[in-house]
């Protein structure tokens, strides 16, 4: 069975950092790529980041591009988002997904894109 967990949200001051975690089971990643999405409250979900387990290539989106960092640890199934810099219109329940077809970073992505495996998610609140 296939599981990814968040952790790591949490309520932080603009200006803040957070980091996140994705912790994967059931699934070998080796050859695989994993996102992170985010979902504002009212809006549609966007994917901000991802990576290639297999040659740790990656992809961040313009909107946090300098201020978000995604990163791998092979041996324990896990990837990380790194978040810095935060601001208020980064406010959002925070998700990783895994890709189980093939596709790569930064296709995955692409709204037109589906992933096979997600996370429940973690809200990211940036507040003052």
Same mark, same amino acid.
Request: aromatic letters at 10%; one cysteine or more.
């Given at each position: *069975? @296939?599981?990814? +967990?968040? !952790?790591?949200?949490?309520l932080v001051q603009p200006g803040g950092s957070l980091r996140l975690s994705c912790v994967v !089971?059931?699934?070998?990643?080796? &050859? %695989?790529? =994993?996102?992170?999405?985010? *979902?504002?409250?009212?809006?549609?979900?966007?994917?901000? !980041?991802?990576?290639?387990?297999?040659?740790?290539? $990656? %992809? @961040? +989106?313009? /909107? +946090?591009?300098?201020?978000? $960092?995604?990163?791998?640890?092979?041996?324990?199934? $896990? @990837? &990380?988002?790194?978040?810095?810099?935060?601001?208020?219109?980064? $406010?959002?329940? &925070?998700?990783?997904?895994?890709?189980? /077809?093939?596709? !790569?970073?930064?296709? =995955?992505?692409?709204?037109? %894109?589906?992933?096979? &495996?997600?996370?429940?998610?973690?809200? +990211?609140? @940036?507040?003052?």
């Amino acid at each position: *069975q @296939v599981q990814l +967990v968040e !952790s790591g949200g949490g309520l932080v001051q603009p200006g803040g950092s957070l980091r996140l975690s994705c912790v994967v !089971s059931g699934f070998n990643l080796d &050859y %695989h790529a =994993i996102g992170w999405f985010r *979902q504002a409250p009212g809006k549609g979900r966007e994917g901000i !980041s991802c990576i290639n387990f297999s040659d740790g290539s $990656t %992809h @961040v +989106v313009d /909107s +946090v591009k300098g201020r978000f $960092t995604i990163s791998r640890d092979n041996a324990r199934n $896990t @990837v &990380y988002l790194q978040m810095n810099s935060l601001e208020p219109e980064d $406010t959002a329940r &925070y998700y990783c997904a895994a890709d189980g /077809s093939g596709s !790569s970073c930064p296709y =995955i992505l692409m709204p037109s %894109h589906g992933m096979d &495996y997600w996370g429940k998610g973690t809200l +990211v609140t @940036v507040s003052s």
